[in-house]
């Protein structure tokens, strides 16, 4: 079988077709042992493709489509990565590209170019015009002249379904034959099937803001993934025999080395680990008052063993840093959000403002000694002064150390409907009419669209179109469109960033990662997410305000029991209130009449969609205490705060704990299982959880019920 050696996929944006997972499961399922991601200048799609190729178990090679500045022309070379070391190379060659100058010289390529399988193009390469001239003499002084300045390398022969390439490649085949370099069949690959070349075409429309009818569009037939009976009518064997002989080269291993946190830089010489205890001792007592009781000792001894486990101590330090420097400046940080909030390492150190054991949090849905993850804590600072932040943050860890995170906005139902109708050369009120009626839902797909309006049925099935526009776009529907960074993260390394994964200079500051957040866990980095919220620049104005009539004004000194407060809940006069802004969440409140915090906290915990059908339950016991049932006596004490129903995951955990005696630990991986839908995981801890429940004495029918609760 021979082997592609280059497929653009769709991360080089607006350029192909293929999605990655796609494009591995049909060369796959067409019986090709061996597939290469060659895209153009970046490594957007390396990590996803290393990770699909092992999933569906078959050899993926890591290549680069590089453009070097060689003798003056910006010209394109073909690199595959043969093994760890020539992917770390193809890293750095793309960050170099990426970066503000984005220049490749020839120096360094040459010094990248090592452990890579390199190939030169014919057509489209350094010695193309001289092939279309057939200028014999000029050819070979520019064959011998790469041959005597580059690393070894191939003369690709592409375009072979082509009459005037085929004799073009026969040409410098005879040439580069006197000079002892090799030829491989290239077969340029931009989609999967032939008849997706519409699609392509399309595609090329948007990204040079033309339409098909453009005679300049520059699109070419053939580009799709050929069969191996294909490739043998338009190739030589011996061309075809060496992509096998390339792929030989490439292991298809690429282990990088993973990389850690930086260290906290102000310990003045004392280990990170007793550093961040005293800091929590001290924290503790002030906290308390100096009345610390042995269950907050006990606590806090329990997480930090835990964290230093883990060796997530810089992590703590490093957060606590910056938002102690936010303080500072008076900036108006958040009291904490999310999982964190049931840290009491992260309430010593100042990270949140709630305690929770106070507010029966647990450590264990933040941080799990049984199941290692990486800690995700959201600071939310007040939108105009986020920057001050993250700049603290960069100058004080390092330019090199610190990065933004790409994000890549897609072709979304509405977007995909305006781009194709534009490149089909549709009239405005056209693209109009069906745009209207797609859904202004959140992610909804063209296929949810149509489903759900009859008006856009007809529409689309009245003229051909309309049909032409719906379904070309409904293909393209979801590919990459452009890139962005995270509204939020960051990722932080010990080592050079540059050395761990490529970077991309999108703006003039910090540099962001070729890889989105979903793959940079597996390399070692944490994400951090800086959330600037409008709300709190909001507050912080108010605040300011009211310090110009009263100056001991304080924010921790508003009662959390002030009925004027539950008044206005209850009326659902929230206009400005974070979380509590939405129709659908006012009329939930007018339902649940808030009295207490907690009937905040649980009418938010509530009102998602997977638990929003025990919203009239809640209600319903909240108004009649008298109709709460428990399951059994056994979980009052966990239930009895939201009258009854389970509102929290902390909930779930407790109950799993009680009734059938899971540690905290295993509770949050059954937590886990449910919450990514992992059937496999689930169906094996209902089995554990059956069990324990028999051994504490609950029939099978109860355990039965019980789970189902949890479910």
Known sequence: MSTHLFTRSSFSLLD???????????????????VVLTDHNNLFGAAAFIRECKKQGIKGIVGLEIDVLYHEQLVPFVLLAKNTKGYYNLIQLSSIKNDIDGEITLETFKQYADQCVVIAYGEGGYVESCMISNDDV?????????????????????????????????????????????????????YLKEDEYFD???????REDKTIQDASLST?????????????????????DRTDEIAGLCTGNYELEVTELPRYPFTNGVSSDIYLEGLCKTGLKKR???????????RLKYELDTIIQMHFEDYFLIVFDFIRYAKKKGINIGPGRGSVVGSLVAYCLGITDVDPIENHLLFERFLNPQRISYPDIDTDIPDDRRDEVIQYVYETYGKDHIANIITFGTLGAKQVIRDVGKVLNMRDYDINMVSKLISKKPKITLKDAYNESLQLQKLIQSEEKFKQLFYTASRLEGLPRHMSTHAAGIVMSKKPLRDIIPTIAISDNMKTSQYTADFLEERGLIKMDFLGLRNLTTIDNIVKSIKEENPSFSLKDIPYNDPKVFHLLSKADTVGVFQLESEGIKKTLKQVQ?????DIAATLALYRPASMANIPSFVENKK?????????????PVLKETYGIMAYQEQAMLMAEIVAGFSLGKADILRKAFSKKNLDSVLQLKNEFIYGCLNHGYSKEVAEELFSLLE
């Open 16 to 34: 192909s077709t293929i999605r990655i997972p796609s494009y591995v499961s049909y060369a796959k399922e067409n019986a090709f042992h061996t």
């Open 138 to 190: 000029t050819l070979s002084e520019r064959i011998k002249q790469m041959k005597e300045e580059l690393p070894p390398f191939y003369f690709a022969l592409s375009y072979q379904e082509s009459n005037l390439w085929r004799e073009k490649n026969l040409f410098l085949k005879r040439i580069a034959a006197r000079f002892n370099i090799e030829t491989v069949a290239l077969n340029k690959i931009y």
């Open 200 to 206: 392509y075409r399309i595609l090329s429309g948007i």
């Open 220 to 240: 070419i037939k053939g580009r799709y993934y050929l069969s191996q009976k294909e490739l043998e009518r338009l190739y030589d064997k011996d061309d075809l």
């Open 288 to 298: 308390l008052n100096n009345q610390v009781t042995n269950t907050y000792a006990s």
């Open 594 to 598: 808030p009295s207490s915090f907690s």
């Open 624 to 636: 009649h205490p008298e109709k709460i049932h428990y399951v059994t006596k056994d979980l009052e």
